[in-house]
């Protein structure tokens, strides 16, 4: 993928003791899906949202994308940006499709991934890229993933944020490492 994901730091900062990643639903902006969640969430996390290419503060797709090709980039980026923190991640729609291939891989940081009404059909992904990010869902439930991932159907709004506090929280205990 040649385009760079768009990062924008959404509430905490980087003093804060963990590191939520938050994916957008196509069609929206981070910002605008994720603001008033994150900001109950700043006591607890630095919240840190990218945006698709083409939407919110994403520039223009510069060609084919795939989920692995978003999952790829916030591996590389959370990572330098995580300095030792614990990650989670928590993703809406698309977003989830993308949580479900991070929650597969083990040499990422993620300790714990949440999926959000993941089971919405996705709009313009081509089906080979979605049907690969299903099929990591499918090696997390055969026990292949390393990662702890929890599927809700929960809407992001400010009450969503108490939910990932505890959900993260009961996760933490069971996260396994590969």
Do not use: N
């Not at 945006?51 to 994308?65: E, N, T, Y």
């Not at 591996?75 to 479900?100: I, M, P, Q, T, W």
């Not at 993941?118 to 299903?134: N, R």
């Amino acid at each position: 993928m040649a385009t760079e994901l768009s990062l924008t730091r959404l509430a905490g900062s980087e003093f804060s003791e963990r590191v939520l990643v938050a994916g957008p639903e196509v069609g929206t902006s981070v910002v605008a899906q994720w603001r008033d969640c994150a900001m109950v969430l700043a006591g607890e996390f630095e919240v840190i949202g990218w945006d698709l290419p083409g939407h919110g503060s994403g520039g223009p797709a510069d060609g084919p994308f795939t989920v692995q090709d978003i999952a790829d980039q916030l591996c590389e980026r959370v990572e330098a940006l995580a300095c030792g923190r614990r990650v989670a991640y928590a993703g809406a729609s698309f977003g989830g499709a993308v949580g479900r291939e991070l929650a597969a891989r083990g040499e990422c940081s993620f300790e714990a991934v949440v999926c959000l009404r993941e089971s919405v059909p996705v709009v313009d992904v081509d089906a080979e890229s979605y049907a690969l990010a299903c099929a990591a869902l499918d090696r997390y439930r055969a026990g292949v993933a390393v990662k702890p991932l929890r599927e809700l159907h929960d809407v992001v709004s400010p009450a969503l944020a108490a939910v990932l506090v505890r959900v993260f929280e009961e996760m933490r205990c069971r996260t396994t490492t590969a």
